[in-house]
């Protein structure tokens, strides 16, 4: 079992940066973000594999950056000049031995 702790949301204006942690209790290959809007699908946001090799959206290229430190088995994401369409619940996700797991959430809110 993999335990995902995230932290980092918020409320945040337009423009304006936010720092997503999520630190897994073992260590995976896999990790990513994904997000979900109200009524919508959950989405990938970006991944990140051990080697570091990044993989992100269309809609966050240029503003959001993944990142992941080995020794502390955190990953990071980066919301540089956040819109009021990134406003979603946003979610960690590892993948170990073919199994998905997945952090409880945190909230962003981006107002305009």
């Known amino acids: 079992q993999v335990q995902l702790v995230e932290s980092g949301g918020g409320l945040v204006q337009a423009g304006g940066s936010l720092r997503l942690s999520c630190v897994a209790s073992t260590t995976i290959d896999y990790m990513g973000w994904y997000r979900q809007a109200p009524g919508k699908e959950r989405d990938l946001v970006a991944d990140i594999t051990y080697g570091g090799s990044a993989n992100y959206a269309d809609s966050v290229k240029g503003r959001f950056t993944i990142s992941r430190d080995i020794a502390k088995n955190t990953v990071y994401l980066q919301m540089n000049s956040l819109k009021p369409e990134d406003t979603a619940v946003y979610y960690c996700?590892?993948?170990?031995?073919?199994?998905?797991?997945w952090g409880q959430g945190t909230q962003v809110t981006v107002s305009s």
């Open positions: 996700n590892a993948r170990y031995i073919m199994t998905p797991y």
